[in-house]
């Protein structure tokens, strides 16, 4: 009876059913094959189980950001942008307008309000399609579940993904985008006769575009690719017409489409003025990274924030491993990652084009999926050279655990943000004004958006200045970036009718000084007594 001893291999879908086939030819078929279609069966439960389990930890962790205090990016896009008419969002384009975004955040506006979390939303569901988009894009590479979930896994796991999950900007749907393009890329590179899937490709490209014109990079990487193999195709083959007939098709659908969704932009400003709110956004990020280190440098140290060194160390073996695997086993789908990780950077850096480190971060799902492909084939490899699976199964363990701990590592912090000087305590200044008095308190903080936001939230109008004639006390919010001395100064008016100022309270990024009033000038003197006087 061979179907008796008939020894399931527990890390191919495909050994699995040779071994049910060869038993049924056997005769007696009946318990190989119900066997095997059993085990199949567990084991595609026991997947979408774990997969599940992934999605739901990492919606929680971004779930839990939510409502943090709002970042001085988002608030000022909130206030300049999302804030405003779909009409005004539609045909006015800076850098900080990620267009698309922001049109879905000014619907959410009008269904949910203007809380944190109700602005937030859009980018906290893009945040958490890209845990199943990243199992997507690891199982159109390299068509193994067990890559699938540990992609699932680092993406659910990256503080700068949870980060922006929760961060009312596009840069999650331009991730998501860039994900998505590249899965297409790679279906048409298996089978490039689909001519759906050519303008599907030009359409995703144009919405990434609209979400974020840094889209021009993954689009440009992944065309490359797409020449490149079609260059590689026989010539005068049904492939390579197919494939020329589609490029062709593919660069007019994702031009004609971006250049109609800015339309309004271009007539509104005119090619000149939003060429020209571009330059200067990237001139700032020039000097940014001049003073503060290799743009490159600041790129990983956000990828591999909050992470462990066990997890840390897992990225980059797990890369190199795939770059070896790639270079002794290429695919044709390989052109994928090969075009975007290892021939696009260079490009960008020796085109000069200063990007910030959220701008890299379609780079990121990709990157983290060919580590997670390298430490599968190590643990393959390790798995036949070493007698046993002891050794495999501790690095499999290893790196499931580094990867959780890095997830629960995450969860624990007090506050995301790419900017360490970034001031997010305004909210609870603000209560030490409302305990204190708002009439009688004044407060002077750098510019912070975010404190016009909580104001108008709180249904203050504006706060008094530090002369105003009732105000006793000013508050002085010093965080990292400016000092004392840098925010409260003879320069300011009234300087002079206050006492040198006193801690009064330290909050997480900032501390918070008091001055109170000791002197009133004549005319402020003159109006108090009248008041006083007055019926």
């Known amino acids: 009876m061979r179907s008796a001893h008939v020894t399931v291999k527990p890390d191919s879908d495909y050994y699995e059913r040779s071994i049910a086939r060869t038993a049924d030819r056997g005769g007696n078929g009946e318990p190989a094959r119900t066997v095997v279609a059993f085990s199949a069966k567990n084991r595609r439960i026991a997947f979408v189980a774990a997969a599940g389990l992934v999605i739901i930890a990492g919606s929680a962790v971004r779930w839990s950001f939510l409502d943090y205090p709002m970042r001085y990016d988002e608030t000022w896009t909130y206030l300049r942008f999302t804030s405003k008419s779909p009409s005004y969002i539609a045909a006015h384009y800076i850098p900080a307008n990620h267009v698309l975004h922001s049109l879905f955040v000014r619907f959410t506006i009008a269904f949910a309000g203007n809380s944190p979390a109700a602005l937030r939303t859009p980018a906290f569901i893009a945040g ?3 845990i199943p988009a990243s199992g997507w894009l690891a199982w159109a590479q390299f068509r193994r579940r067990d890559v699938v979930l540990l992609a699932m896994l680092a993406a659910a796991a990256s503080s700068q993904l949870v980060e922006y999950s929760a961060n009312s900007r596009g840069y999650t749907w331009f991730v998501l985008f860039a994900v998505v393009e590249c899965v297409i890329t790679t279906g048409l590179i298996d089978s490039p006769r689909r001519k759906a899937f050519w303008a599907l490709w030009g359409i995703v490209g144009a919405l990434g575009a609209y979400t974020l014109p840094l889209m021009i990079y993954p689009v440009s990487g992944l065309g490359t690719a797409l020449v490149i193999y079609t260059l590689s195709r026989p010539r005068g083959g049904p492939d390579r017409r197919a494939a020329n007939r589609g490029l062709l098709l593919g660069a007019l659908v994702c031009g004609t489409v971006t250049l109609a969704l800015y339309s309004p932009i271009l007539i509104q400003q005119g090619l000149n003025e939003t060429y020209a709110s571009r330059v200067t956004s990237l001139k700032v990020y020039d ?101 046993g699976s002891i050794v495999s199964a501790s690095i499999a363990g290893t790196v499931l655990l580094a990867g959780a701990f890095s997830l629960a590592s995450v969860s624990r912090q007090e506050y ?70 840098d925010l409260w100064h003879e320069g300011i008016r009234g300087y002079g009718e206050y006492g040198p100022p006193r801690i009064w309270r330290s909050f997480s990024r900032s501390t918070l000084y008091a001055a109170d009033r000791t002197t009133h000038s004549e005319g402020a003197a003159n109006r108090r007594i009248s008041s006083v006087l007055s019926p």
């Open 416 to 485: 995301l943000s790419s900017w360490e000087h970034e001031l997010v305590d305004i909210e609870r200044i603000l209560d030490e004004c409302e305990a204190f008095g708002r009439d009688r308190c004044a407060l002077v903080t750098r510019y912070v958006p975010s404190k016009p936001y909580y104001v108008g939230r709180r249904g203050w109008g504006r706060l008094s200045p530090p002369h105003a004639p009732d105000v006793e006390r000013v508050f002085i919010a010093v965080g990292t970036l400016r000092s004392l001395d």
């Open 128 to 130: 958490l399609l890209l």
């Open 287 to 387: 000097d940014y990274f001049a003073t503060h280190g290799p743009m490159l440098l600041a790129v990983w140290k956000g990828w591999a924030r909050h992470s462990n060194l066990v997890w840390q160390i897992t990225l980059v073996l797990g890369f190199g491993v795939f770059l070896g695997t790639v270079i002794r086993r290429a695919q044709p789908r390989h052109l994928v990652p090969a075009a975007m990780l290892l021939g696009l950077p260079p490009a960008i850096v020796v085109h000069g084009v200063p990007i910030a480190p959220p701008g890299w971060m379609f780079l990121l799902p990709l990157f983290l999926t060919c580590s997670m492909y390298g430490i599968v084939m190590l643990v393959s490899i390790v798995a036949r050279h070493v007698h």
